[in-house]
């Protein structure tokens, strides 16, 4: 079982960055692949970025490809989100997910362990 932290959210302008990041409790963080989700109010919760157990992989959702990157320290036991150029539209409360996987997932369904997540609030 794993338990995740994030931290790193708050209120930026448009254009600025950000880093999140999630900090995983236990000894096998390797053995996880990682993500991260968002909710906007009023919406369906949405992938973000994925990255699998070693680090090799990672994929990202159409609205963030090019601005998003997500990392992963083993030695920390925590991944990152580097978020730049933020717009308005990326305001929501964003989620760390973890799946006991290789390889990495993007839909919400596949991750069984959830973090309490962040607000990140984009003001134009």
């Known amino acids: 079982q794993v338990q995740l932290v994030e931290s790193g959210g708050g209120l930026v302008q448009t254009g600025d960055s950000l880093r999140l990041s999630c900090a995983a409790s236990?000894?096998?963080?390797?053995?996880?692949?990682m993500g991260w989700f968002r909710r906007a109010p009023g919406k369906e919760r949405e992938f973000v970025a994925g990255?699998?157990?070693?680090?090799?992989?990672?994929a990202y959702g159409n609205s963030v490809k090019g601005r998003f990157t997500i990392s992963r320290d083993g030695a920390k036991s925590t991944v990152y989100l580097q978020m730049n150029s933020l717009k308005p539209e990326d305001t929501a409360v964003y989620y760390c997910?973890?799946?006991?996987?290789?390889?990495?997932?993007?839909?919400?369904?596949?991750?069984?362990?959830w973090g309490q997540g962040t607000q990140v609030t984009v003001s134009s």
């Open positions: 997910a973890a799946v006991l996987s290789f390889s990495l997932r993007t839909r919400e369904n596949e991750y069984n362990y």
């Open positions: 236990g000894r096998t963080f390797g053995s996880y692949s």
């Open positions: 990255i699998n157990r070693s680090g090799g992989s990672t």
